[in-house]
């Protein structure tokens, strides 16, 4: 398995600014994921980070809204930027370890 | 495409009966099958694995099968406990791929 620290864990953020959501995992892996899970839903993929090259996003998401940085084998950051209500969400880090994906905690962020 | 499909009503049993949650998925047959716990406002937590060629996994309390036939996994918790009380995920992972595709997840609650 695998430890894997969000921060922050809970946030109340205006409409129009931007919030980066930092996860460290406590062991080296090559790809980590972002999902967003909006209230009642399912989870979705966001985009898929690997160290030293562009994320790869899903359909629906886009770079200049949700900016990706992966620095190292242990360390990646999502920005969900110039927020709307419509991304308030939670927004989950995930690592595949062994054909099974284990989630951070989550960051709930709530948009007003 | 692939769609994983959940009971999107709630269980509601009694503390010590066995509950038994539904995963159906609509297309092929994953290469393998995950059960995962989320508590309000949090991640999910990885609960069972079960692969294409194996029919029942068990794991304490709790047992996962995986019914090619029927296209359908069943995830039991004998002995239920109010502690249970949480929204369950089901989610596939096709051969070749490293990307889980998830369920709504269904409610279970406990009562004592």
Redesign the interface.
Known sequence: ?AV?S?KPS?DICQRGTSLTIQCQVDSQVT?M?WYRQQP????T?IA?ANQGSEATYESGFVIDKFPISRPNLTFSTLTVSNMSPEDSS?Y?C?V?LG????????S?LTVV | SQKIEQNSEALNIQEGKTATLTCNYTNYSP??L?W?RQDP??????LL?IRENEKEKRKERLKVTFDTTLKQSLFHITASQPADSATY?C?E?AGGS???T????TSLIVHP
Do not use: C, H, K
């Open positions: 398995s894997i969000q809970r790809m994921f009642g839903q399912s989870l993929l898929t939670i989950l995930s595949d054909n099974t994906i284990y989630f951070g905690e989550g709930w | 290469a393998y995950q995962y406002g949090r991640g999910p937590v990885f694995l995920l989610a992972t490293y990307i889980p998830f369920g709504r997840g």
